[in-house]
């Protein structure tokens, strides 16, 4: 069974934990984007939530994952960062699935 895993800012990802999701708090971008690379290598998740300040800095990261099917790696807003980036790249993801503007 495929796991979901949270990476981002200690304090963004703790309280995730509690949904049982894989909660992997980081500091910077570097230990951010060696540690989403560890995720999709292992295969283990289907879908890796990322910290949407965290998320800006490795557009081209995330980009280069973005045609596999899993995982899915999805941007959220976070208590220290809510620029909407987040939600543009869900908006752009269900444009790209769906086809269409649905929101």
């Known amino acids: 069974m495929y796991k979901t ?7 963004d990802v703790l309280g995730f934990l509690a949904l049982g999701f894989t909660a992997e708090p980081v500091a910077d971008r570097m230990e951010a984007a060696k540690k989403l690379s560890e995720l999709v290598k292992s295969g283990e998740y289907a879908v890796i939530f990322i910290g949407e300040d965290f998320a800006a800095e490795l557009k081209s990261e995330i980009d280069r994952y973005s045609e596999r099917l899993i995982p899915a790696i999805l941007p959220i807003p976070t208590s220290s960062s809510d620029t909407g980036y987040g939600m543009n790249a869900v908006i752009e993801s269900v444009k790209k699935a769906v086809g269409a503007d649905i929101i």
């Not at 895993?5 to 304090?11: N, P």
């Open 5 to 11: 895993a949270v990476l981002g800012k200690r304090a």
